[in-house]
Structures are given as structure tokens and as C-alpha cells.
């Protein structure tokens, strides 16, 4: 006897339905991980906003008094103002932050002066030049530098740079902005070459084939071509490591002389932002205005590193436009 027909039917009809089911579980499952997954990575980008914002709040708010004035006369215009002073403890305090300021900003251009151009030169030439085992082991130990503490790298040069340089130079200070400045760029040297030669390695490959098609060497390829075409992620880096080297604590504070002085020589003993409230803070009076003025000094730490990621993020989005035509 022959099956009837209606039944052949019915029996080929259930696998077909129970795996549309299936695929529809399946698919409704991927959504709901989906949706999941989306809501947990909002959580944590909205939980790690809300903590720095926080933490800006309750400095911003321990330094608040300083802007309508404190009781023994200090203010906010004071804090910015002539004498050009920073002496807290002294019988006729002071608290100008220019002279940290300057100090700040004078270490800190020393130091990018030197890591800037050593650190680009050994991106570009792991990237363009370096044979493919040196590059192996060329980039990790460079990035290994990142990993040291800074207060080793501040020992090092304390002990051992800053009496050569004062030996073979005649240095009058030993300690000084240009010690500091150089064993600050020991600390930003990985920062701008990882970066940097991200950016480098991101480069498509046929921009480097129609450079050398059309006669140009690796040199003339990797300068005129490779090295503009990577601009936006080289700034990047250089604004990283700039953020870098202004927030660096112990470097500085070990060997920059811990002198507020208001002056421009990197031959002079300095002090910085950073190394200010490091040294000051865990002695300072609760609720006096040297502890008022330190907070400021941490607001303002805050507002310089935003203006520089804000001032980054615009040259980036300009040269990308320059170099890619519109985002």
C-alpha cells in the first residue's frame, strides 16, 4: 500500500517548522545579548564619566571660597596677581600660582623638546625601515619603558644624570627645569612612539606603492608621504604625551629643586603644579587658604588638561579634513 499524500506532507512539514523556530529563538536570543550588551558598555562609559565628573566637583567645590574670597582676604584675582609669589607658610603668605605655572609649562616644553623628535623618529623608522624581527622585539621593549615607575626614572636622574650634567657642564644648580626636563621625557618617550607608530603602521599600503611607482625612494616615501598622511594620529600622540608630561608628579619632584621662582631659565630650580600639591598637601591645614589654594592648583590641573584635549581634538578633525576630504 501507498502513503496517502497528506500524510507525507505533514511528516515533511515538521522539520521544516521546527527549524524556523529554532532559527527565530536563536534570533531573538542574539537581539536580547545584544541589547544586553549595549546597556552594560552604556553603564560602565556612564559610571567612569560620572566619577571624573565627580571628582572635578568636589575639588572645584573645596576650591570654591577662592572665587568670592576667604576671611583673611585671599581671592581668586590674588591667586593670578602680582607679588608673583608662591610662599604659604611664610608670616605674610602668598599663594600666585603664576610662578608654578611657569614652571610647569617651562618642564614641560623641555622635555617634549627632546622625547618629540626622538620619539617620531623611532615610530617612523619601526615603521617604515626596521626589518621584521627587529621590529618584533624593537616596539614591546620601547613600550616596556611605559611601565617603569616614574619615581625609579626620578631616582635614576637624581642620582646619576643630574651630577653628570652638573660635573661636565658647571652647572650653578644641580637640581634644576633642564634635569627635570629630561628625565620627564624619558616618561613620555613610550607614550608619543606607541601612538605615534599606530598611526604610522595605519597608513594604507597603496599610498606607499604609488609613491615608489612613481620614483620615489623609501626615504622620500616615508617623509613626504607616509609621515603627513599619519599627522592626525602624530598629534594625537603629541598631545597625550604634552597631558603626560603636565600631570607627572614624581619625576619633577625629585629632581626639578622644588623653587617656586618666576623665571623663564631651565638653568634654575623650579617647582610645578603637580609637585605643589604632592609636597603640600598631606601637611597643609583642613580648611585654611593653603588648603584652598591647593585645590585650585587641582581645578586648574583639570581646566589646562581639557583646553589641551579639547585644542588636540580640533587640529585632528582639521588635518583629517585636509587630508581626507570631510568626515
Wanted: no cysteine; hydrophobic share 55%.
Amino acid at each position: 500500500m501507498t502513503p496517502e499524500p497528506h500524510s507525507l506532507d505533514r511528516g515533511s512539514a515538521k522539520p521544516e517548522t521546527s527549524a524556523v523556530q529554532l532559527k527565530s529563538v536563536r534570533q531573538v536570543f542574539r537581539r536580547r545579548m545584544d541589547r544586553l550588551a549595549e546597556t552594560a558598555i552604556f553603564g560602565v562609559s556612564f559610571a567612569v564619566i560620572s566619577i571624573i565628573l565627580l571628582i572635578f566637583v568636589y575639588v572645584a567645590r573645596e576650591a570654591w571660597p577662592l572665587i568670592v574670597g576667604t576671611a583673611s582676604g585671599v581671592t581668586l584675582r590674588s591667586m593670578l596677581g602680582v607679588p608673583f609669589e608662591w610662599q604659604p607658610v611664610s608670616v605674610d603668605p602668598r599663594f600666585s600660582v603664576i610662578p608654578l605655572v611657569v614652571g610647569t609649562f617651562k618642564v614641560t616644553l623641555v622635555a617634549m623638546t627632546i622625547a618629540a623628535p626622538l620619539a617620531i623618529a623611532a615610530a617612523l623608522y619601526t615603521a617604515e625601515f626596521a626589518p621584521r624581527r627587529l621590529r618584533e622585539w624593537l616596539k614591546p621593549t620601547i613600550e616596556l619603558l611605559a611601565g617603569i615607575p616614574s619615581v625609579v626614572i626620578g631616582f635614576f636622574v637624581f642620582i646619576v644624570l643630574a651630577s653628570w650634567l652638573s660635573e661636565t657642564f658647571g652647572l650653578r644648580f644641580r637640581l634644576n627645569g633642564l634635569t627635570a626636563g629630561i628625565g620627564l621625557s624619558l616618561a613620555v618617550i613610550p607614550v608619543i612612539y606607541t601612538v605615534a607608530e599606530d598611526a604610522l603602521s595605519a597608513v594604507p599600503r597603496e599610498f606607499r606603492e604609488a609613491s615608489l611607482a612613481l620614483g620615489a625612494s623609501r626615504t622620500q616615501t616615508a617623509v613626504r608621504v607616509v609621515l603627513p598622511s599619519a599627522s592626525p594620529g602624530i598629534g594625537a600622540a603629541m598631545i597625550l604625551g604634552f597631558g603626560r608630561a603636565i600631570g607627572e608628579t614624581m619625576i619633577v619632584l625629585m629632581v626639578s629643586g622644588n623653587a617656586a621662582l618666576m623665571s623663564l631659565d631651565p638653568l634654575t630650580p623650579t617647582r610645578t603644579l603637580a609637585a605643589t600639591v604632592a609636597a603640600e598637601l598631606g601637611e597643609v591645614v583642613f580648611g585654611s587658604d593653603h588648603y584652598r589654594a591647593l585645590f585650585f592648583i587641582g581645578t586648574l590641573l583639570f581646566l589646562i588638561t581639557t583646553v589641551l584635549n579639547g585644542i588636540g581634538d580640533r587640529v585632528n578633525r582639521g588635518l583629517r579634513r585636509k587630508l581626507f576630504g570631510a568626515l
